[in-house]
T-cell receptor, first 116, second 113 residues
Framework: EAGVAQSPRYKIIEKRQSVAFWCNPI?????LYWYQQILGQGPKLLIQ????????DSQLPKDRFSAERLKGVDSTLKIQPAKLEDSAVYLC??????????????FGPGTRLLVL | QKEVEQNSGPLSVPEGAIASLNCTYS??????FFWYRQYSGKSPELIMF????GDKEDGRFTAQLNKASQYVSLLIRDSQPSDSATYLC?????????????FGQGTRLTINP
C-alpha cells in the first residue's frame, strides 16, 4: 500500500511570495489533515477534511492560508503572502475515518519551507 | 496551560537501560492517546496507542495510561542507539464529531552506546 505523498519536499521563497503544497493521501482514506511543525515543536493541526468537506480549520490563518480538497482525494495548501514565521515543515496525514476517535493517522514525508 | 505537555529534554539514557518518557494532558474528555517517534528530518511514525487505564505492551515498548491523573507514559526497555529520536505524545479530542490530534512539543531522547 502506497503511503501519503507530498510535493515538493523542499521550498525556499522570499517573504510576500506565494507557495503551494500538494498532498495525495493513502487510497481509500476519507480524512486528510494538514499540520504545521515549527522546529522544536510538535505538529499543529491547520485544517482537517473529511472527504471534500472541512471539519476543522480553527487554527488556519485564513488571511494568508487556504486549502482545498477537490473530489475528496488530493489536497493543496497555499500560503499567500508568506511571512518569515511560516518557515516550518508542512505535514500531510490521512486516516480511514474520522468519527471513531481511534483512527491512526499516517503522515507523509513533509514539505520543508524556508521563507527568507 | 498547554493541552498536552511533555518534558522537551533532551533525555539521555545509556544503551540497554530503560527510557521513561512522560506526558500530561489537560482535557479530561480525551480518550485516546498516541505515541509517535520522529527521527530528525523525518515525519512522525506511530509507535503505540492506548485507550484504557493501565499498561499496554508491544515488544520493548510499554505505554501506561492513568486517566485520573491525566498522565501517559512510554517506557522503552533495553534501549538501543536506534531509539534515539524525538518522541511525540498526542491526545485525541472530539471536534464536531471528528477526531483532532493534539500533540505535545516532543521529548528528544538520546541513547548513548
Amino acid at each position: 500500500e502506497a503511503g501519503v505523498a507530498q510535493s515538493p519536499r523542499y521550498k525556499i521563497i522570499e517573504k510576500r511570495q506565494s507557495v503551494a503544497f500538494w498532498c495525495n493521501p493513502i487510497s481509500g482514506h476519507a480524512t486528510l489533515y494538514w499540520y504545521q511543525q515549527i522546529l522544536g515543536q510538535g505538529p499543529k493541526l491547520l485544517i482537517q477534511f473529511q472527504n471534500n468537506g472541512v471539519v476543522d480549520d480553527s487554527q488556519l490563518p485564513k488571511d494568508r492560508f487556504s486549502a482545498e480538497r477537490l473530489k475528496g482525494v488530493d489536497s493543496t495548501l497555499k500560503i499567500q503572502p508568506a511571512k518569515l514565521e511560516d518557515s516550518a515543515v508542512y505535514l500531510c496525514a490521512s486516516s480511514r475515518l474520522a468519527g471513531g476517535g481511534r483512527e491512526t493517522q499516517y503522515f507523509g514525508p513533509g514539505t520543508r519551507l524556508l521563507v527568507l | 496551560q498547554k493541552e498536552v505537555e511533555q518534558n522537551s529534554g533532551p533525555l539521555s539514557v545509556p544503551e540497554g537501560a530503560i527510557a521513561s518518557l512522560n506526558c500530561t494532558y489537560s482535557d479530561r474528555g480525551s480518550q485516546s492517546f498516541f505515541w509517535y517517534r520522529q527521527y530528525s528530518g523525518k515525519s512522525p511514525e506511530l509507535i503505540m496507542f492506548i485507550y484504557s487505564n493501565g499498561d499496554k505492551e508491544d515488544g520493548r515498548f510499554t505505554a501506561q495510561l492513568n486517566k485520573a491523573s491525566q498522565y501517559v507514559s512510554l517506557l522503552i526497555r533495553d534501549s538501543q542507539p536506534s531509539d534515539s529520536a524525538t518522541y511525540l505524545c498526542a491526545a485525541i479530542r472530539r471536534v464536531q464529531g471528528a477526531q483532532k490530534l493534539v500533540f505535545g512539543q516532543g521529548t528528544r531522547l538520546t541513547i548513548n552506546p
